[in-house]
């Protein structure tokens, strides 16, 4: 059974920092590229970061580049968003997947593994 578990979202002051966690158990991070999305209210799904399986190439989308990093752990089949400068618009539910890392996007449908999300609230 496939499970991602994702953790350390929260409430947050604008400029402030959190760290997300995904846990990956009964797949492997070695071939499955994986990543994170986020949904805010009344919002299309945006594709944030991923990493691929391949060569580690990662994509950060344009609203979060220079703020977010992510990065992964195969032996302990971990990936991990570090969000700094955190801004109001970033408030969103983030959820971690498998998916396609491409070098300028990230995609993931029905057919790929979602964790359940956990919730990102940037405000004062």
């Known amino acids: 059974q496939v499970q991602l578990v994702e953790s350390g979202g929260g409430l947050v002051q604008p400029g402030g920092s959190l760290r997300l966690s995904c846990v990956v158990s009964g797949i492997s991070l070695n071939r499955h590229d994986i990543g994170w999305f986020r949904q805010a209210p009344g919002k299309e799904r945006e594709g944030v970061s991923c990493i691929s399986s391949i060569n580690g190439q990662t994509f950060i989308a344009n609203s979060a580049k220079g703020r977010f990093t992510i990065s992964k752990d195969n032996a302990l089949n971990t990936v991990t968003l570090q969000m700094n400068s955190l801004k109001p618009e970033d408030t969103a539910v983030y959820s971690c997947?498998?998916?396609?890392?491409?070098?300028?996007?990230?995609?993931?449908?029905?057919?790929?593994?979602w964790g359940q999300g956990t919730q990102v609230t940037v405000s004062s």
């Open positions: 997947s498998t998916g396609y890392c491409g070098k300028n996007y990230y995609r993931a449908d029905d057919t790929d593994y």
